[in-house]
């Protein structure tokens, strides 16, 4: 079954402690380096400075899908919106909501002028690859990552 946009509860932003404790089960299918939800609202507070913001999508009165991103500008991009992290509860993955959000991403980003929605995924996330190119996203962007120092 998809949802429209009209069957699901509501969007809104976390923005206090119990907000980021009410997502923590959902953020924590894509991040299992979160260890609890204080962690998770340490983190998510510790990036609010770079303009880290989460919005959470509920279903059924409760959160299912989540979503950190930022606004910001650069040389390549201009002024775009970057989607840190995205992810569906998995009991009602195939339900529509990833694709909500992301529309709701989308009305964000235009809403501050941006001129692109932007995101990484792994290269073995063949999922999520799959996912974002039936959502109109190009892959265009290969990205490289060397680790410095003693990892964590």
């Not at 079954?1 to 009209?6: A, D, E, I, V, Y």
């Not at 997502?23 to 979160?34: A, S, T, W």
């Not at 692109?116 to 996203?137: C, H, K, P, Q, W």
Request: aromatic share 8%; net charge neutral.
């Amino acid at each position: 079954m998809t949802l429209s946009s009209t069957e699901v509860a509501a969007f809104h932003h976390a923005e206090t402690p119990a907000d980021f404790f009410a997502c923590f089960d959902v953020i924590r299918q894509l991040r299992p380096k979160l260890l609890s939800a204080d962690d998770w609202h340490a983190q998510a507070e510790s990036m609010r400075s770079e303009g880290y913001r989460v919005l959470v999508c509920r279903d059924g009165g409760r959160d299912a899908a989540v979503a950190g991103y930022r606004i910001s500008t650069n040389l390549v991009h201009g002024r775009f919106l970057f989607v840190n992290d995205l992810v569906t509860l998995g009991s009602v993955r195939g339900k529509g909501l990833g694709r909500l959000l992301l529309r709701e991403l989308e009305r964000i980003a235009e809403a501050e002028g941006c001129e692109r929605l932007v995101l990484d995924t792994a290269i073995a996330n063949l999922a999520a690859r799959r996912f974002y190119t039936r959502e109109g996203m190009e892959e265009r962007i290969a990205g490289f990552i060397k680790p410095i120092g003693t990892p964590a």
